[in-house]
């Protein structure tokens, strides 16, 4: 195949590839390497592919030239190709939006206004008339690096791409753009750049779970939470019995487990672990969190829409329009359409969107290879195609070639190992991407146009992706995994710029493209064109699939297929020694891996184990689907550890602590392979595949315990520290003893369950697991002992109800020797076995060959063994053969007793001699069922007698007549049946056809009937006489179909001759269809002979026409109608091409006419002399060709005047005024000739030439009128680059050179000369060489000469200004003149060392002033902005020092207190603490509407009264804000010291750093002085610190570290004014409040000698000291008075602090209850049902369940039996109860009415302390109902304790 030629087979559809240069690309990258294999080196891809590795994988890719007899082809139909499209669009692969929600940046940025600024969020900001989208500006300006960034490198133009639908914009508009983002969304960047810079705080999301953790400590982990999912329903996670229900659930993993560690999306509030997001979270990240799925819009987002279905030929059409729109029909080259291509994606084109048929699987639409499967074109070859269809290369073949790793995969994965195809076309592109898995991949270019890709090395892949993240980091911060995305692009040239190698190749058609391993790579098609891709995978590829696994596992994406499964299934199978190194190393890192996390698992607890169920095709990865982590959605193939809370919820071992929050106890590892096994594979693979003996394995055994076991982990046990091993042989000893002593089944199962921790071990642990398999052999052998024995011992005689035992397996069980554990019972059944082997001697004698015994024996023999517990397997034999023979006996009485005719089959007979000769029994039937089967073959053998000869029709009927009634179907006699049975249906279908057979006119179907009739005949086996009749009715068939095909269809003389000559032999002639054809056979003899007469004679057009209206009627084809047809047609031909030749000679002007062409002229004349039709036209044309040649040769005569002209030798002033003269009537003859030419209506060659002399000859009085007037430059290069379209006999002419000299000397004239907005000037030097010039041209041009003298002369003279202007003093020179001396060099000056210092010296002042403007700020519309702006922060900061210097703090007179104004129209406002006055239109400036009282109060009082508000605002009065920092204004000064000019400028700035050194002097001082103030009398500071606030609002320039000291300062203050208010006010602090301040006051590092911290202390000390004693006898049960406990309230009530949780536990300790008048102390208790008093359990002596109603005995006194000595209830003092105090809430005296309660009110649970706090509410009110009256108690208590007496004794 030809170097970028396609293949024949496409040139007829898609044309001719384009030709492209091999130069380097526009974008200078360098080319990766290209290899041209031999044919030998062709042979094997992989091997080449190894071959050339070390050359090109530092490129990441290379391209391969097949050799020239490698030429596959293309094996789809062209014509009906279909296949789908995508649509991209090309604009936006690189300057696009991040497609981030707009309502989430609205909610982030409003909440940010609100907190951090105190105001909202406007509803509209409005750009150029439109509605400006903030949320693409904010992205926009973060693509190019923030704020400064873009007004540094003057950006706005880009940004405004992404927010404007106008391509280009104003510098008014960016300067606008500019202000808008300054305004509404600088601060929002600072502040996210801050969140990005500062370190997260370790908590959880809004301190939820953090907060709950202070308070109930580690149970908060494992506290249930519930919440509902996105469908609204209530999710449940963990046991379903238990049916837990969570608050969060993670949707992701669906897990509500790990509550700490769940992100709460601020916008959906959904949930999301860290650790499931994508890529994971290390921490919690500050500020607001929103989840992937509200940062990212539908509506925006971007991606390849599918487009239309297109055939092949319309996809070239659409192809081939968009070509011609950006190119023409000329041909591009590769450098214009690269450099297209990439104006296209970065946006300065426009919109462009181009179709690609993208991702075919060829599996669906069809490989471009052939394939053995696939249908073969007719116009390849077979050999061919079977050739290319088992080439290596061809790439269906190659995933699946010897030495891929891709061999083992099972199944067919689209992509990867089906190879896709690509039908592109201009522009379509594959964006940056490596392949999945790191594969390598092939491309394939059947045929098209080339392909161009781009590539990163797969070694600079990590430096690629940190590229890719900083120039688009708005695109990767809502999309994470965008490179996994493939719709973006990046420009190579910002690759190279920032140091990552970029290499280039140019595919043509018939070349193969290798990318390698982890190499970015992308690209672009230059045109239609179809190429095919597949991925492979060598051995080298092996560790780059693991790097590939591992990203997967980052980034939470699915795997194609499992990295650990694939090196698994390769190890196992044969690999080569280029196999081992990399599996070998693959093996080890997985092992390595696995063994550290088994060992990590065991250390953490999980001791449980299973090994995983085994594949059904293990040597293939794939065939089962495994299960996948639900963290990072990985295969688990090697282990995985699961929950018995979450059975089907799988983890691998890296996320085994976030699968629940159960005890590792109750989690399970499962695992395919033991550590050993895979140590195995390692050191199979490293043999070569070498069976590994018994012998090696335990000295690799021994080996690796030796070198492990200092290494082995050790974990906590009982008895300390212990490693596995130790563990391990504590098992093994303590399973050896197990297995000596009486088989236990329990010991077994805990043996074996303590085993799991074992079993997954390395070769270490081999004699556990044989062990193991040991315990595991021993207890199923003693279960089956068991079992056995259990049914023998259990078996009844009754069949129907018992199962018995198999004398076989019995057996098997006694054979084991020795037996594997000590089961008792096994002689017991070694007794029953014998018994059973008795029985099976007698069974095996009585079905014996020899043995002939009666069917009664045998079934007294089987009776006998039915009522054994332990059954021989001989008894179902004897059961079979009882049974046999029964059914036998039936089936040979019913055959001998049948009469019906043909009932009996003989092969049944012959089955039932078989059967019987298998009997050991003696049977009666048998003579019977012989003389049957005689009788039958008798009959047999006649029949075959009659079927070996000849069979006439009447033998066979006297035949089967007398077989009818034989009772036994014999075959041969079917057969014969059958035969006759053909032979008469044979007859009477003949008949059937023979009826009207001469009328029909379906002749055909008559012929077929016949055929088939005839046909049938000829294969009967019985003889028919009707045989030879049918052929002759056939031949007369035949003729009767050609007799009508005749008459109905035209047909020649000849065969309707031949048809009546056939009829007359077969004697039907007479019939109607012969004689109708006979009529038309006369009519066409006739015409023909006439038609012959005509042709010989040329006759008139109307003899032709008539004869041929004669012809339609004839019904025949007539031989001679094509000659007369083709005479006429021949004659209207050369009429019709004549008539434009015969218009022309009757029409004038030529404005109607089309031009044609004077050799068709000639040819018709000639041609008119052959014509055999009688025509008038010929005369005419002849004349109009004589006219023509007359005209020509005055065109030549022409023609040699101008060639002469060109070719004259001298030209001076006097020659030049007559040239001029004869050139322009030249001119005009030419012009005069050209339209005489034109008016014949004839394209005569003479016309372009006379056009083109024009053109010269225009050109040359051109050039000669600048000999009279000065053009420009534009006009001057314009004329030269029409000399290359001048016709070529000008070209190489006298006149041409002299001129062209001269026009060339007049354009280096004009670039010389200074002009003010050109960039690159000549020297004086150059510009003197240039007027010298002037002499050697033969062309004068005088007036040039004299311009180029008098600019000469202007710049000398501005020369000598620019050296006086610098000869003077610096300083003394103004900056307003060396701008005119710069305008002036503009106009007049050459390149010289003086333009360049002016330019220097202005661009340095500009720049400054610029930098300036860009700090101070400036209003668009006053004509000196800056230095307006200047005299304002001067007019603030002299405001500030007066504000200083007066030591009040405030302004004498009714002015405002920001401004200098003192006009009396504007409204002035008074502060109600300061007195200070305010514009309202300042107010609005410094954020007062957060002031919302009546009373006003302006911000400064506000800052000093809480300065925490200045989250909402308040701290931008001291803050910088928009300000001017004072450190930036010393450094302007400084850049302004060298400046030669002098500039009003810095002197203004020089006076502000004066002014606000001073302010800042003095708040040094203030803030100073309150930092060390430590005494409680706060106005003094608070004044001082007022006058600082108000003084530093009002100035505009701001410094950092004072403003940070003076918010310090304030904090400090508000915190002790806080201090004083909470201690000092009429409501009593909480602990928790003094715990806070305290906090705060650490915080901002207050002194601890300070008033307010002293007191803190003193306070909480006193508190605390109170609580601990309160919570101690709250829980000592009563062990305290009541007179005590009330006087600990009463202290409690006096604290200075509020403990109502410990006054709520006394109060309910000062509640007594039962007998025993304690208070409650969570013993079960019950009430009364009549009182309604609670009493103790053990006090009354009741035991649970407690009756459903009960009455204590106070309510209903014993019998007089029990109470004998019962006496009146006392009421004295003594033996009242003590009083209790009564409740805190005023409640009715009233009873409550009596209810009914039930078991469940009565019962006192004993619930926790906490509970019966958070429901204290509750519990008083229930405490306090039931609570006696205090009238009552006091004689109620008498009884109670008089009756804890009597059940005392009676206990």
């Not at 750049?193 to 494992?222: A, F, I």
């Not at 009937?1009 to 005839?1014: A, F, G, N």
């Not at 300000?1523 to 002098?1542: C, G, M, P, S």
Request: charged letters at 25%; glycine letters at 4%; a neutral charge.
């Amino acid at each position: 195949m030809g170097k970028g030629r396609p293949r024949a087979v496409e040139q007829g559809v898609l044309g001719h590839s384009s030709t492209t240069s091999s130069s380097p690309g526009a974008l200078n990258i360098p080319q990766a390497p290209v290899f041209y294999p031999t044919e030998e080196e062709f042979k094997d891809p992989l091997e080449f592919i190894y071959k050339i590795r070390p050359q090109a994988e530092p490129y990441g890719i290379c391209k391969i030239v097949p050799p020239k007899n490698w030429k596959p082809p293309f094996a789809r139909d062209l014509e009906s190709f279909t296949f789908p499209t995508k649509t991209q669009a090309i604009h936006q692969l690189q300057v696009r939006s991040a497609g981030c929600d707009p309502d989430t940046f609205e909610l982030e940025y409003s909440r940010f206004l609100e907190d951090h600024c105190g105001r909202r969020l406007k509803k509209r900001v409005v750009f150029e008339g439109e509605e400006l989208d903030l949320c693409k500006l904010f992205n926009a300006v973060k693509r190019y690096g923030g704020y400064d960034k873009v007004v540094k490198e003057k950006k706005w133009g880009e940004v405004s791409r992404f927010v404007h639908s106008v391509e280009k914009i104003s510098e008014c508009a960016k300067h606008v753009l500019c202000q808008l983002y300054r305004e509404h969304l600088y601060d929002y960047e600072i502040y996210h750049s801050q969140l990005s810079c500062e370190k997260p705080v370790r908590k959880c999301k809004r301190g939820m779970q953090g907060d709950m953790k202070s308070v109930q400590g580690s149970d908060v982990s494992s506290s249930k939470r519930r919440r509902k999912n996105s469908d609204g329903e209530r999710v449940k996670v963990g046991k379903p019995e238990e049916e837990d229900e969570f608050d969060q659930i993670c949707e992701q993993c669906g897990s509500g487990f790990h509550g700490e560690v769940m992100l709460l999306c601020d916008r959906c509030n959904k949930g999301w672990h860290t650790y499931c997001l994508s890529p994971p979270l290390k921490r919690v990240p500050l500020g607001n969190w929103y989840c992937l799925e509200c940062i990212n819009s539908d509506k925006d987002s971007f991606g390849f829409v599918p487009g239309k279905r297109f055939s092949l030929e319309a996809f070239r059409r659409l192809a081939d329009r968009s070509k011609r729109k950006w190119f023409g029909s000329a041909c591009a080259s590769r450098v214009q359409i690269e450099k297209k291509f990439w104006e296209i994606v970065e946006g300065t084109v426009g919109e462009v969107e181009v179709m690609y048929g993208s991702d075919l699987d060829t599996s669906l639409y069809g490989s471009g290879f052939p394939r053995c499967n696939d249908p073969r074109p007719p116009s390849i070859a077979a050999e061919v195609w079977d050739e290319y269809a088992a080439s290596p290369w061809n790439l269906n073949n190659l995933p699946k070639l010897q030495g891929s790793m891709l061999r083992a995969v099972h199944h067919n994965i689209a992509g990867v190992m089906v190879p896709w195809l690509y039908v592109g076309m201009l522009f379509s592109s594959f964006c940056w991407h490596f392949e999945d898995h790191c594969f390598y991949s092939m491309n394939y270019l059947h045929w098209g146009e080339p392909k161009y890709w781009y590539s990163v090395p797969g070694g600079e892949a990590d430096a690629f992706e940190q590229v890719m993240k900083n120039s688009l980091p708005d695109l990767f911060d809502a999309q994470p995994d965008l490179l996994f995305q493939l719709v973006t692009m990046l420009n190579p040239s910002v690759l190279q710029e920032n140091g990552v190698p970029v290499y280039s190749v140019l595919q043509e058609p018939g070349n193969f493209v290798i990318t390698f391993p982890r190499s970015f790579h992308g690209g672009f098609n230059f045109g239609l064109n179809c190429a095919e891709a597949v991925n492979f995978a060598p051995a080298d590829w092996l560790p780059h699939g693991g790097i590939g696994a591992e990203m997967y596992r980052l980034y939470h994406k699915p795997a194609v297929l499992s990295h650990e499964e694939l090196l698994c299934v390769v190890a196992k199978s044969d690999c080569d020694s280029k196999v081992s190194p990399y599996l070998k190393k693959e093996l080890l890192r997985i092992f390595s891996k696995e063994k550290t996390w088994r060992e990590r698992l065991w250390r953490c607890g999980i001791v449980n184990s299973s090994p995983m169920s085994p594949k059904k095709q293990p040597e293939y990865v794939g065939t089962e689907e495994d299960p996948t982590c639900i963290i990072c959605q990985q295969y688990l193939y090697l282990s995985t550890v699961v929950c018995s809370c979450r059975p089907s919820t799988f983890v691998c071992l890296e996320h085994w602590d976030h699968l629940c929050e159960c005890s590792p106890s109750k989690h399970c590892l499962l695992y395919r392979h033991t550590l050993a096994d895979l140590n195995d594979m390692v050191h199979m693979v490293d043999g070569c595949n070498l069976e590994l003996t018994p012998r090696s394995r335990i000295l690799r055994r021994q080996f690796t315990s030796l070198k492990e076991s200092s290494a082995m982990t050790k974990k906590q046990v009982k008895g300390g520290l212990a490693s596995q091993a130790q563990l391990a042989e504590e098992w093994i000893l303590s399973s050896c003893k197990i297995l000596q002593t009486p088989f236990s089944s329990a010991a077994y199962i805990n043996a074996l369950k303590e085993a799991e921790q074992f079993l997954w071990g390395g070769l270490e642990m081999d004699l556990v697991r044989d062990m193991a398999m040991n315990l595991v052999k021993a207890q199923k052998w003693a279960e089956k002992v068991q079992d056995c024995l259990s049914k023998i011992e259990t078996w009844s005689g009754d069949s129907n109800n018992n199962i018995k035992v198999s004398l076989r397996d019995v057996e098997t069980l006694l054979k084991v020797n020795p037996v594997p554990c000590n089961e008792p019972n096994h002689p017991k059944l070694k007794a029953y076995a014998e018994d059973a082997m008795i029985l099976l001697g007698e069974m095996e004698q009585a079905l014996s060959a020899f043995s002939h015994v009666s069917l009664a024996e045998l079934e007294m023999l089987y009776s006998r063994a039915s009522v054994m517990p332990v059954y021989p397997e001989e008894c179902v034999k004897l059961a079979d053969e009882i049974a046999s023979v029964k059914v036998w006996r039936e089936s040979v009485q019913k055959c001998v007793s049948e009469k019906r005719p043909a009932a009996i089959e003989v092969d049944a007979l012959h089955k039932l001699k078989s059967e019987m000769l298998e009997f050991h029994v003696h049977l009666p039937e048998r003579e019977l069922l012989l003389d049957l089967l005689g009788h039958a073959e008798a009959w047999q053998s006649r029949c075959s007698e009659m079927l070996e000869g000849p069979i006439s029709l009447k033998e066979i009927e006297v035949f089967l007549e007398e077989s009818d009634g034989f009772s036994i179907s014999i075959p041969e006699l079917k057969v014969l049946r059958q035969y006759h049975c053909d032979a008469v249906s044979w007859i009477s279908r003949f008949r059937d056809v023979l009826v009207n057979i001469q009328e029909r006119e379906d002749q055909k179907n008559v012929i077929l009937e016949l055929t088939c009739i005839l046909k049938a005949g000829k294969s009967l086996r019985v003889q028919v006489d009707e045989l030879p009749l049918v052929e002759v009715e056939l031949k007369k068939a035949c003729c009767r179909e050609k007799a009508l095909q005749a008459y109905s269809t035209r047909t020649s003389l000849d065969f309707i001759r031949q048809v009546i000559e056939e009829a007359s032999l077969l004697k039907i002639e007479n019939e109607k269809s012969f004689i109708d054809i006979s009529g038309v056979l006369a009519a066409g003899i006739s015409w023909e002979e006439r038609a012959k007469h005509i042709l010989k004679s040329v006759g008139q057009k109307t003899e032709f026409e008539e004869v041929l209206r004669m012809s339609v009627n004839i019904f025949v084809i007539l031989p001679s109608l094509r000659d007369v047809e083709e005479a006429l047609a021949t004659a209207k031909s050369w009429m019709m091409r004549s008539q434009p030749f015969l218009l022309s000679t009757h029409l004038t002007g030529h404005a109607s006419r089309c031009f044609m062409k004077v050799d068709i002229l000639k040819e018709l004349v000639a041609e008119s002399k052959l014509l055999r039709v009688s025509l008038k036209e010929p005369e005419m044309l002849q004349r109009l060709l004589e006219q023509c040649e007359a005209w020509e040769n005055d065109v030549h005569s022409l023609l040699d005047c101008a060639e002469s002209m060109f070719n004259m030798q001298a030209i001076d002033i006097e020659i030049m005024n007559g040239l001029t003269a004869r050139i322009e009537g030249l001119v005009a003859s030419i012009k005069i000739a050209t339209t005489a030419g034109l008016s014949f209506g004839f394209d005569f060659d003479e016309i372009p030439k006379l056009q083109n002399a024009v053109s010269a000859l225009e050109w040359c009085l051109k050039v000669l009128s600048y000999c009279s007037c000065a053009p420009s430059l534009e006009e001057v290069e314009s004329l030269i680059e029409n000399v290359e379209h001048l016709p070529a006999m000008f070209s190489s002419s006298i006149l041409e050179s002299s001129l062209l000299d001269g026009a060339r000397w007049l354009r280096k004239a004009l670039r010389v000369v200074p002009e003010p907005y050109r960039q690159k000037r000549c020297k004086l030097n150059d510009v003197e060489e240039v007027l010298d010039g002037a002499q050697r041209i033969k062309v004068p041009l005088p007036v040039m000469v004299a311009r180029l003298v008098n600019a000469i002369e202007k710049h000398k003279s501005w020369q000598e200004q620019v050296h006086a202007f610098f000869d003077s003093k610096s300083g003394e020179q103004s900056w307003s003149a060396l701008l005119q001396l710069k305008k002036l060099g503009e106009f007049d000056a050459f390149h010289c060392t003086e333009l360049d210092r002016i330019a220097s010296e202005t661009e340095k002042v500009e720049k400054w002033i610029l930098h300036c403007k860009d700090i101070v700020g400036s209003s668009l519309g006053d004509v000196n902005p800056l230095q307006n702006a200047l005299l304002k922060i001067k007019h603030s900061l002299d405001r500030s020092l007066y504000l200083y210097e007066n030591s009040k703090g405030c302004v004498t007179g009714k002015s405002c207190m920001c401004c200098c104004s003192d006009s009396e129209e504007q409204e002035l406002l008074a502060c109600s603490t300061c007195n200070d006055w305010y514009h309202p239109s300042c107010l609005q400036s410094k954020l007062a509407n957060a002031n919302t009282a009546k009373e006003f109060i302006c911000p400064h009082c506000l800052l000093m009264e809480n300065p925490v508000t200045s989250k909402n605002g308040g701290q931008t009065l001291i803050s910088g804000g928009k300000r001017v920092e004072l450190k930036i204004l010393i450094e302007l000064l400084f850049d302004a010291k060298d400046f030669f000019v002098r500039v009003e400028e810095r002197d203004a700035i020089e006076k502000l750093v004066e002014q606000a050194l001073a302010c800042k002097a003095y708040l040094t001082e203030v803030v100073d002085f309150a930092l060390s103030y430590l005494d409680k009398d706060l106005m003094t500071i608070a004044k001082r610190l007022l006058v600082a606030v108000k003084a530093v609002s009002v100035a505009g320039v701001y410094d950092h570290h004072s403003s940070c000291n003076l918010e310090l300062a304030l904090a400090r203050n508000s915190w002790k004014a806080r201090v004083m208010t909470l201690l000092e006010g009429s409501q009593k602090p909480v602990i928790q409040q003094i715990q806070r301040l305290l906090k705060e006051g650490l915080a901002i590092n207050i002194l601890s000698d300070d008033h307010f911290m002293q007191r803190l202390r003193e306070v909480k000390h006193i508190g605390m000291q109170w609580a601990d004693h309160a919570r101690k006898v709250a829980s000592d049960s009563g062990a305290l008075g009541l007179d005590e406990v009330f006087m600990l309230i009463t202290d409690g009530e006096n604290l200075p602090i509020h403990f109502e949780k410990e006054l709520k536990l006394l109060r309910a300790r000062s509640l007594l209850y039962c007998i025993c008048r304690k208070p409650y102390d969570q013993r079960a208790m019950i009430a009364c049902d009549q009182c309604d008093e609670w009493y103790h359990f053990d006090c009354i002596n009741l035991c649970e369940p407690p009756p459903k109603t009960y009455v204590c005995p106070a309510c209903e006194p014993l019998t007089e039996e029990l109470l004998p000595n019962q006496n009146k209830r006392s009421s004295s003092s003594n033996d009242a109860e003590p009083r209790t105090p009564p409740p805190r809430h005023s409640g009715s005296k009233k009873r409550p009415k009596k209810v009914r309660s039930t078991l469940q009110q009565k019962m006192r649970v004993v619930t926790d302390l906490s509970n019966i706090l958070r429901r204290s509410s509750e519990i008083d009110r229930l405490w306090w109902r039931n609570r006696k009256p205090l009238r009552r108690t006091a004689r109620k208590r008498a009884v109670l304790e008089r009756l804890s007496l009597v059940l005392h004794n009676s206990q």
